[in-house]
């Protein structure tokens, strides 16, 4: 007799997948930053995602009345909304005669503006979508956090590359406020530290459009979309 036992995730289990997903999000927010920003800079990553007109009614920040990229004037709205590279791909999935450009980041409903399809843009917070808190109670770095940090930035200084004599450093500077949340963090060596001693930082807003790119072909598929 064969009994079937549906696949019910320990707390383990969830508990690692989180941990996991929460990494990979760190990962990428620390490439991002390291190509868009300086030590000197914070900064607020946002991911761009298509909704269709159905799911974007439900969307709590819905203010669009218009959709981002229209059927009627789709090529020049997907080159002014995500640039020259999506529209050319666009062009050619509609001269293949292929059924869709984007999918639904909501539904997964297939998405072809040439077949009339509208297109509405959403923006999340990388960590508002990954529940990540943008905020700790706490201002000092534990041990833990510390490696983490270390690892995640491979153990060079933010600013200079340097990999001796390392400290993490709070971006927004504790005397300020700032919090020990990570991406107040980053480790620095101690010349880059105290060059930057209680200076306060600048924001920076980096718009990423993963949810347009082609579809991802390594085991990262699926993370996130
Ligand atoms: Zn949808
Ligand atoms: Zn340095």
Not at 64 to 91: M, T, V, Y
Not at 155 to 166: D, Q, S
Not at 196 to 222: A, L, R
Request: with cysteine; glycine share 6%.
């Amino acid at each position: 007799m064969y009994l079937l036992v549906p696949e019910v995730p320990s707390r383990r289990d969830e508990y690692e997948q989180t941990q996991w997903v929460r990494e990979e999000c760190y990962r990428f927010y620390v490439a991002q930053r390291r190509a868009s920003c300086t030590y000197l800079q914070l900064m607020d990553l946002w991911l761009r995602a298509p909704y269709c007109s159905e799911c974007i009614l439900s969307y709590p920040f819905n203010f669009k009345h218009f959709p981002d990229i229209s059927s009627a004037n789709w090529e020049e709205d997907i080159e002014c909304q995500l640039g020259e590279e999506a529209s050319a791909r666009a062009k050619d999935a509609e001269a293949e005669g292929a059924s869709s450009v984007f999918q639904c980041k909501r539904c997964g409903k297939d998405l072809a503006p040439w077949n009339g399809d509208e297109i509405y843009i959403v923006h999340y917070h990388l960590e508002e979508h990954y529940q990540i808190p943008l905020e700790t109670a706490g201002r000092t770095v534990s041990k833990g956090l510390k490696r983490k940090i270390l690892r995640l930035y491979d153990n060079k200084c933010f600013a200079c590359g340097e990999t001796k004599n390392l400290h993490i450093d709070h971006v927004l500077p504790r005397a300020s406020g700032g919090t020990a949340a990570f991406r107040n963090l980053q480790p620095l060596c101690e010349r880059c530290g105290q060059k930057k001693g209680d200076s306060q930082p600048e924001e920076v807003e980096v718009y990423s459009d993963i949810y347009f790119g082609p579809y991802p072909s390594d085991g990262y598929e699926g993370l996130f979309w």
